[in-house]
């Protein structure tokens, strides 16, 4: 294993200059003499344009609309009415995930049905309020959308699933037969553009559109977190295939499950995210950094071991790739990997795999230690004879 290590870091090495190795290397030996005054090379950095600084930025301005009496006169400012839909339609997505499970247990159902009572509660008072914002929207709960106003995609390629589900004719308040995971939510993006530009205020556009360009930000930084979660949780499994219990292996499945189902709604919140930016700025700025996700591109990290493939045909998924600190809300073609941003990022991988290859060495260091103790204990024993 120490050799497999060692290659591996080698590898890594080879691909990284020998400056910035060297400036890592003293940053590593500060943090091992002053780990609490120092940086932590060994934990990757979230993203600073993340949904909880977006949301501070737009309380912000519309606290300058306020003073300067340009907000719209309701309780509930257009901001935190895009939030609250945001939050409704993440407990939607939840209430989905776990219903395909197809539990059974009474105690799993009766939760369940709690949580749809409480999620109807919820729309029913937004729903109040989105008359306010957005008076176009009680007309086409009525009528639904006119089959000739039906958004198509940008590129002319069918619509997205979310998009395709607004022309359906069904009403959009609950009802006895109708789960509030289904009920529609008709925020700005679901509203067709032909009615959306004459209805809806281009401010209440503009801050969903930053709030989904965050949501999207953090979707796939939560997303790449627990790829490297359960690509660990793997790794675990495959070295300690004989040395598990019963109990152990029943604790690290429960977690695999769990983790499985904090990625299934990352890669939904993402998609919903980006089905609303194509229809709010579908030629903006942001398809430069947010791309399709496809269930093929959630991988990684690294290259699966199960694979037949070798690792000259092994590629890197995109999620790696895109910058994991941008500098706005509204990515810009040009902000792609530049090499300053590709070494911060390579950085943890490689004090990781310095560790990693440091301690397999102790490890042998130890065996041969051990090894020699013995050999030295029995000639000593011997002279007892």
Known sequence: M?????????????????????????????????????????EEPRPTATYQSVRLKIAEEEAGELAASTLPPHDVSPGVFIQVGLELEEQQRNLKIRQARGATAMSTLADMQEKRNNLSRRIESWQAVQAAHTPIVAQ?????????????????????????LNSLPFSATASPTLHPDNIRLWLPSAIPPTLRGATVSPGLID??????????????????????????????????????????????????SNFKDKQQRAANRYRAARAALLSLDPNGDWRSHFKDLKQTDIQGPG?????????????????????????????????RLDQNEFLENVKVKWAKSQACTARWSKEVQLLEEEMRRVVEYFEWRSTWW
């Open 207 to 256: 801050k969903e559109r930053c709030l989904r360009i965050a949501q999207a930000d953090d979707a796939l930084e939560d997303l790449r977190h627990c790829r490297h979660i359960l690509t660990g949780v793997n790794e675990f499994r495959r070295y300690n295939v004989d040395g598990m219990g019963q109990h152990t292996e029943g604790k690290v499945r429960t977690m695999y």
């Open 303 to 335: 290259r699966d071991d199960n694979t037949a493939l070798g690792e000259g045909y092994y590629e890197i998924s995109w999620i790696w790739l895109v910058p994991q600190d941008p500098t706005s809300s509204s990515p810009t073609p040009s902000s």
């Open 140 to 164: 086409l709960c009525v009528s639904g959308i006119p089959p000739a106003l039906t958004p198509v995609s940008a590129d002319g390629s069918p619509p997205q699933p979310s998009v395709l």
């Open 2 to 42: 120490r050799a497999t290590q060692e290659a591996a870091h080698k590898d890594l090495i080879a691909t990284i200059d020998a400056d910035s190795i060297k400036r890592w290397q003293s940053e590593v030996e500060a943090w091992q003499a002053d780990p609490q005054n120092s940086p932590d090379l060994y």
